[in-house]
């Protein structure tokens, strides 16, 4: 029975040992510097290219000077602000006003960036000779917008230079008001003498660093292209199966999104039904380019045909990625356990609503599992406890039967059969703990909602570490008080080993998320509290007995 029981703590020791490894790997991720903008080179795509739309042109791209020396338009909403370049109409560089930034919390944070920290564009373009791509040179409508009270959206409007043959193009992007959401579009009229049915892409291109982590302290979650249709559902694709020529995703729909994901921030071109060519390329060393490619109906001579695309740039809010797209809100990654994790989440949203602070509605989902599981819980505390009580009898068998262990475990087993203890009770609620740790732990790192979330005074960011390490010293002394309410293994040597799992525990909570570590001080006091008021219980009635 010992034996078992300690091999069930390991079990769960060497869970909790993976989650901090796999914290501490990603703690210090490789910086590089990033290089000087690269995206005014990246190849235009074309349909149908061989393992993608960018891949038709080799060869490193470089910046241009007239990349660097294109005007930009400043368009200012109330929760953004966005710096468009008169080269291709692409978004350079997005702020989100409403987040804060990783290293410095008294600037925003910024997810399209161009060069600061990462390489990062939205950009679009249009398929067809003399077209304009994302390298034309486009004449700005203005270079100032700001959305003013009373407008619930402001465009800004970029007109290309007319072809050769009287092909006229302007393209438009929309924001609105309170909304990550904005629409790119084409407005394509047709001077030539001859029809026209052009393709357009629209495309992210990013390095391949990872996005930043809070406080120094975060896992790195996924970063890189992902896909979704109706028929294959959510694929994510590594920048490094990309590079390698091996990435595996549905390239032609009639539905789906393409997107660019990384942690607590994602960005997403999700076009209305129809056909559509995704693809995703390396484009130079640390350059990747991962988009969607749409035909454009045929525009007769004389006529204006218009293609307007949805983009989202912004957080993962779960209620926004579910208004944008169906099956957006999947780029909200909870690992293998997103079956528990998800309705979790659902829960603590719950929570939040009715309490305003995402540290009570931890507080208030933990005392809720407690009580779903306390059934269950009480009888694993009743055999710990009869356990407890029949530990100088056990003591007494071992010296009586020596090193006779066959004689020792019969006896044993005959004492529990008589007295009607499971000597395995007492394990059960930390198998049912693990799994609901494991997701608890994906969600505090997963949803943006939790990202700078204070709960009350020193804990001013429930996803980052306790900054003076006082919840996990709490957790320490619980997990330590714990112990001691268990009965010991007659076993000295498993008696310790059981005595130094709060010091390890206590350890590899000092780098975990604040909220996390409440969740289990919560947990721990909720079941001491239990577990001394069955041991009370179980000791006055065996001395009624007696």
Excluded at 224 to 235: L, N, S
Aim: glycine residues 8%; contains cysteine; charged residues 15%.
């Amino acid at each position: 029975m010992d034996n078992r029981r300690l091999i069930l703590l390991l079990v769960f020791s060497f869970s909790l040992v993976m989650l901090w490894d796999g914290w501490q790997k990603h703690n210090h991720p490789k910086v590089e510097a990033p290089a000087a903008s690269q995206t005014a080179g990246v190849p235009t795509p074309t349909p149908s290219a061989t393992a993608g739309a960018a891949a038709a042109v080799p060869g490193q791209p470089a910046a241009t000077p007239a990349a660097a020396a294109a005007p930009k338009a400043v368009v200012r909403t109330d929760i953004l602000v966005a710096e468009i370049s008169a080269q291709g109409g692409d978004i350079v560089r997005l702020e989100l006003t409403q987040h804060k930034a990783t290293e410095d919390r008294s600037r925003n944070y910024v997810l399209f960036d161009n060069g600061e920290k990462h390489n990062y564009a939205a950009q679009t373009g249009l398929i067809g000779n003399g077209l304009p791509t994302h390298k034309t040179l486009f004449s700005l409508g203005a270079q100032n917008l700001e959305l003013k009270d009373g407008q619930d959206a402001v465009t800004l409007r970029l007109d290309a230079p007319a072809t050769a043959d009287g092909i006229k193009v302007a393209k438009l992007i929309t924001f609105h008001r309170g909304s990550y959401q904005a629409e790119v579009s084409y407005e394509i009229t047709n001077g030539s003498g001859a029809p026209i049915a052009p393709h357009a892409y629209f495309q992210f291109t990013r390095d391949g660093k990872p996005a930043e982590q809070p406080g120094g302290f975060g896992v790195q979650t996924f970063t890189g292209p992902a896909f979704y249709t109706e028929a294959e559902k959510y694929q994510k694709v590594s920048f490094e199966d990309v590079a390698a020529k091996k990435a595996k995703f549905v390239t032609k729909s009639a539905d789906g999104w393409a997107a660019m994901v990384q942690h607590y921030f994602v960005a997403g071109w999700a076009p209305a039904s129809g056909e559509r060519e995704f693809f995703a390329n390396q484009v130079s060393s640390d350059l990747y380019s991962a988009g969607v490619i749409l035909p454009v109906a045929a525009i007769a001579p004389g006529q204006t045909a218009k293609l307007e695309v949805p983009l989202y740039a912004g957080p993962q809010e779960q209620s926004r990625l579910e208004q944008f797209a169906k099956g957006f809100d999947l780029v909200v990654d909870y690992g293998w356990l997103t079956i528990i994790a998800a309705p979790l989440f659902w829960v603590l949203e719950w929570f939040h609503k009715l309490t305003g602070n995402w540290g009570w509605a931890i507080i208030l989902v933990t005392i809720a599992l407690k009580a779903v599981f306390f059934p269950l819980s009480a009888a694993s505390y009743k055999s710990m406890a009869k356990m407890k009580t029949l530990g100088p009898r056990l003591q007494r068998m071992k010296e009586q039967y020596g090193d006779d262990k066959m004689k020792l475990q019969q006896a044993m087993m005959d004492l529990y059969k008589r007295e009607k203890v499971n000597p395995l009770g007492g394990c059960l609620p930390i198998l049912i703990q693990i799994p609901v740790f494991i997701a608890l732990y994906w969600v505090l790192l997963g949803v943006v909602e939790m990202r700078g979330a204070p709960w009350l005074g020193w804990i001013q960011d429930l996803s980052v570490q306790d900054p003076y390490y006082i919840l996990p010293l709490i957790m320490g002394a619980t997990s330590l008080i714990q112990t001691r309410l268990n009965p010991a293994p007659p076993d000295p040597i498993q008696a310790k080993v059981m005595m130094m799992m709060p010091i390890l525990f206590t350890f590899m909570f000092l780098w975990f998320p604040a909220g996390l570590v409440l969740y289990w001080v919560v947990n721990n006091t909720l079941s001491i509290l239990q577990q001394w008021q069955i041991n009370r219980m179980i000791e006055a009635g065996g001395k009624t007995a007696e």
